[in-house]
């Protein structure tokens, strides 16, 4: 591999990071807030993307779907909480469970909403305009998309930190991963909260939807692919905060791509050998405040 | 599949419907118009032609189709079951004057699954000849199964090599007097290309890329096979994981190598990806030609990447470009019918169903006798939407032509264009 | 205790006769293959049932150990040249079991959703090593023509007789399970899901008794396993798949977790849906929604609820 190369791939590997990290904050939201692993996530993130296909052959606008797809979602996640989440509270094994039951559930109404243009056939969300031309870089041409995905990654990161430690929500939030029952105690209404964390995480996925769908794709199945990679990411960088899910994409991304390149022969297992490494020498995960067990 | 079964039942419900008015008002109105003509007499005797015909007609022919409706390969199942459903309204839902029933299956893309559902044609629904399978590996997990109970199975898409061949101890699966293929085996669709490059258009070295599974693996080997036989090289080769959701850094490995030529299997969701990373990295531009097996360009692809693809020279047994009077009648009825095109899926469950039909007239509608129906389908000869079909009798795999299509894009039209035919191409069959 | 087991071995004698005194039925054939089927999923919910009932462990990748056991199984047998089904069958054992050792090592160190989350990705290693270890497994292919073992002198290739094989196995590992959950070992398990502080103090080495018990199910779903190569006579990298540790989950908490039977009635109902039912029916959908409801409504599941009513 020339320098060149290398470099080309390392970019390849920080844009698909940064979709990564993308994917993976709500999930990692609503566990560190709610102690609950959503996994309905991969669900949410594909019906984000097809949100995202509807508005964008209804207005032609790439934008608007950036906006108006994490808001369904999150409409999605505001009716849900109450619905199923809710009334599990104090049984989490149960509440992940029924993530999957939902999962199952939406994965099969898109398959069947053809009639929305959704269906099972292979679509694709077109890139923005603008953005679907490639620049010159390193002496080859690199894909704007894939700059925009690192810029967008990158000011997403920031946004979410900048809400979590200067905001009153993020206070909220902050003292909620800490003790919910302590809130409670002090007059904070926590069932909102726990609404409008969900909400969030659901309206996250929804933008992860948007954004990654013109690299990765709409079709059967994109649900599970993404909800595979987005555990990895939040296990890999460690469970519930922010920064863990910043450090797990920054490895996973960057690992992943020159996995495939350096050993294609062990391109699919790769990623879950990283994982087990990392837990077997860092059972807490790259930045975790909570262990994962003893 | 609530929502669109519900509706498929409605339509097939109104459809009865109306072939039972019309065939009741036809009876009505020969009644009407007979006696004015010869009096009372004339309509008893209609009456009695009618009874006479309905006698005539054959015990129910029960067919079961195995396809996928859920799960990666949904749309197309659906397409297969919407040319299946065609072609038995055009027949008057009859072939060989027996009543038909279809039963249809999910196999959702499980080996397990769609041998339970096989297993259920064969002991509960006991359907007289089955269909479908679009992913290889059921049709090699049902292969026993058919063939141990003596099941007439047409595969409409499955094409992995194996099923119409002859392999030590039957790994991953061989041939059976009772399966028969309307569809391809991917040497048909990956050996003549190479042969051609290497021939025709005179290419020197080719870099292999392909989807790191069992009929990827194979498309790279026949592809070999064909390119090297007339002294063409292969330099390098590389390989990407199923379903990888990210194409841009093996692309980047193309780019990363000396040699322009590039022959590839991809399908679906997979070909849409490669070809977006192939531009976005600017291989057109830096010389690099993408080839590979039509699946790689066809329709569903197209409809997503549209002039991206241009360039791009592909092989298959069908184009819907393809201009004959059989493919030009296909097409006009299923445009008539849905409002869309056929795809080369539709083309495969439509000569399955063409294939079965011809085997019946020459048996008279006899199912019964299984020796009598292999004989028979192996005599089939038609023309298919696709060109002259028939079936090789030593492997059951077709014979048929092999197509080089380039896509174009004109008038906002990006379409496999046909450039060459490689006449009556035969599977080797070992 | 003797009424009980007077009802289970009749019962037990009712099924395995089931070809016979339903003979002159239409569907006698293919009951018979729906009744094998249930049964070998009906050991593999039971085998995770352990894990999930009564030690609190919320595996979900137990389907790295059913298709390990099938890939054993098959791979054995054509290694060792052999139909011999102490020789599938032991290699499924050891094979799962193996394999339940390596990815329990590392799962059971973690606790609740975070061992649901790492048994999940652990198992997709298994799945995609199964896919692209083609010369071992035959890669997405599948493997095929997997022969139906003999035991010494006794052929289990005919259908008839491979049922009879399937329902003594069931009785077998039933038995077993039976034996396990009522012992001192499964209260102790029993124990450590309900908490585990509290043994650890008492002097378990609950680390011990949780890895003991995963590698114990392991080995139960490689049995499955090999049972499911005999059925199919073929196994795919479906069979380790994400979907198949789904559907054991299902099977388990619909049927109801923590008891005996429930995961059998689980095997029946999840089955039933995915495969028997005319495929019109929107599957998945429904598989979702009975889910959600026995999560939320009927948390013990149909003998839950049986019970309910029974008591009421």
Known sequence: MTFEDALQQALNGLSFGALLFILAAGLSLIFGMMDVVNLAHGAFYMLGAYVALSVTQATGSFWVALVIAPLVLALVG???????????????????????????????????????????????????????????????????????VIAFGAALAVLLSVLHRRTRAGALVRAGVGDAEMLSALGVDTDRLFTLTFAIGAGLAGLAGVVAAPVFGLQPGMDVDALIYSLIVVVVGGLGSLSGAVAGSAVVGPADTFGKVLFPQFALALIFAIMALVLLFRPTGLLGRVRIGR | MGERSDRAAKRGYRLSRRAFLMSTSAAALAAACAPAATGGNAASSAAATTAAAAATAGPALKIGQLLPFTKVYAELGNSMKRSTDLYLKLKGNKLANRPVTVIYEDEANDPQVGLAKTQKFIDQDKVDVMLGVV????????????????????????????????????????????????????????????????????????????????????????????????????????????????????????????????????????????IQAWNQLGLPAAGYRMNGAGFLTEQDVLAVVKDLANGAITSLFWAVELDNPENRAFKDAYQKEYGRLPDVFAVEAWDGMQALDQALQATKGDTSDKQKLIAALEAVKFNSPRGAFEFDKDTHNPIQDIYMREVKTSGGQTVNTITDKIGRVTDPGK | MLVRATIVFVAWAALVTFPQWSGSWESSRFAAGVIRQVLIFAIFASSLNLLVGYA???????????????????????????????????????????LALVIGF???????????????????????????????????????????????????????????????????????????????????????????????????????????????????AGVAGALSSYEFRFVSPNDVALGTSVAGFVMVLIGGAGTLVGPILGAAVVLLIERVLPSELPAQSVLGIVFIGFVVFARQGIVGAVRRVVRA
Not at chain 1, 83 to 111: C, E, K, M, N
């Open chain 1, 78 to 148: 505001l009716v849900v909480e109450p619905l199923l989440i809710r009334r599990l509270r104090g049984r989490h094994l149960d509440q992940v469970l029924v993530t999957i039951g939902l999962s199952l559930v939406i994965a099969d109404f898109i398959r069947l909403r053809d009639d929305w243009g959704w269906g099972a056939t292979v679509r694709s969300l077109p890139l923005p305009a603008g953005l679907d031309r490639s620049i010159p870089i390193a002496g080859s041409d690199y894909p704007t998309y894939r700059l925009f």
């Open chain 2, 135 to 274: 992913a290889t590996p059921i049709a090699y997990a049902i292969r026993n199964a058919v063939d141990s109970a003596k099941m007439i199975y047409i595969a409409t898409n499955a094409g992995g090599n194996a099923l119409t061949r002859t392999t030590t101890d039957c790994k991953p699966s061989c041939k059976s007097p009772y399966i028969f293929r309307t569809s391809f085996s991917s040497y048909q669709i990956s050996e003549p290309i190479g042969e051609y490059l290497a021939g025709k258009k005179g290419v020197k070295e080719v870099f292999t890329f392909v989807a790191d599974y069992g009929f990827g693996t194979e498309s790279q080997a026949d592809f070999t096979t064909g390119f090297t036989k007339n002294g063409g090289k292969i330099t390098g080769s590389l390989k990407a994981p199923l379903g990888s959701a990210d194409y841009v850094p093996f692309v980047t490995q193309l780019k990363a190598q000396p040699t322009k030529d590039i022959y590839s299997f991809f399908s679906g969701a997979d070909a849409v990806k490669y």
């Open chain 3, 56 to 98: 609190g462990l919320p595996s979900l990748g137990h389907a790295a150990f059913f298709g390990g056991g099938a890939y054993a199984a098959a791979i054995a047998a054509q290694r060792l040249g052999t139909d011999q089904l102490v020789v599938s069958l032991g290699a499924a054992v050891a094979g799962g079991a193996l």
């Open chain 3, 106 to 220: 590392l799962a059971v160190r973690a606790l609740g959703v975070f061992f649901l989350m790492l048994t999940l990705a652990l198992a997709q290693m298994v799945f995609a090593i199964a896919f692209q270890a083609t010369d071992l497994t035959g890669g997405s292919n599948g493997f095929s023509s997997v022969h139906r073992p003999v035991l010494f002198g006794l052929d289990f290739a005919a259908a008839s007789d491979l049922y009879v094989l399937v329902c003594v196995v069931f009785l077998f590992v039933g038995l077993l399970l039976w034996r396990v959950t009522t012992s001192s070992y499964g209260r102790a398990l029993v124990g450590v899901r309900e908490n585990e502080r509290r043994m650890r103090a008492l002097g378990y080495d609950t680390r011990a008794l949780k890895l003991s018990a995963f590698v114990f199910a392991g080995a139960l």
